[in-house]
């Protein structure tokens, strides 16, 4: 019973940011109607885009807040989320920071599956990595799958994380300007604050939440 209720409120909360409706329509993807949701309340600090960060969102994508994020972008039930975090360790390799998230992923959501993983490099000579992956919501009476590409570059000991995210069904249609999205990206090698601290994994770090409270 306790499991079956984590379930029930872990399935709320992501559809809170995979599920919105904000009436934009892309190509090829049909105007969709939106869903009902009940909305579960857990002790996530809200988070801010990054300074130091600068991103082309794609047309469609208007900016929107939840009780999880101050500010995030979403159309129709695709979300583009942009966090950070000073890094515990100073030094902490890229393929090791990248490695933890999938770890926490692997850990925390059903069927966790990488299909591609590889460099992102933009410009100013960073070196970063993006991998795509797919994920299940599962319910006593529903069952989705979801599809996520994510970015993650570090700059000066602060990681950078862009997530992008959508049903699997409808990712082929936001596909394109997910990648375009994270090409763009541009981070300034300045000196980040040390005081400066958000948390990156946000579907491990929603879920982690949902499950204490249980």
């Given at each position: ?91 902490t390799a890229l393929d090791d920071y990248v490695a933890a998230i999938q770890r926490n992923h692997k850990e ?14 933009i410009e100013g000579g960073i070196y970063g990595r993006s991998f795509e992956f797919t994920y299940a919501i599962?319910?006593?009476?529903i069952s989705k799958t979801m599809h996520c590409l994510m970015a993650v570059f570090l700059v000066n000991d ?57």
């Amino acid at each position: 019973m306790k499991y079956q209720k984590f379930k029930k409120i872990l399935l709320s909360a992501l559809a809170i940011l995979c599920c919105m409706s904000t009436g934009c329509q892309l190509p090829g993807n049909p105007p969709k109607q939106p869903e009902e949701t009940t909305a579960a309340v857990a002790h996530i600090t809200p988070e801010s885009i990054p300074e130091h960060f600068s991103m082309k969102i794609p047309n469609g994508f208007t900016e929107t807040s939840s009780p999880y994020y101050e500010k995030f972008y979403s159309c129709e039930d695709a979300t583009i989320i942009i966090t950070g975090e000073k890094v515990a360790v100073s030094g902490t390799a890229l393929d090791d920071y990248v490695a933890a998230i999938q770890r926490n992923h692997k850990e925390t959501v059903d069927a966790y599956e990488i299909l591609d993983d590889g460099p992102l490099n933009i410009e100013g000579g960073i070196y970063g990595r993006s991998f795509e992956f797919t994920y299940a919501i599962i319910g006593e009476d529903i069952s989705k799958t979801m599809h996520c590409l994510m970015a993650v570059f570090l700059v000066n000991d602060y990681a950078y994380v862009v997530t992008c995210k959508s049903y699997d069904t409808t990712f082929i249609g936001f596909e394109q300007p997910f990648r375009n999205a994270l090409k763009s990206i541009r981070i300034d090698q300045q000196p980040i604050p040390e005081q400066t601290t958000h948390t990156t994994s946000t579907i491990a770090e929603e879920t982690t939440a949902l499950r204490n409270e249980t």
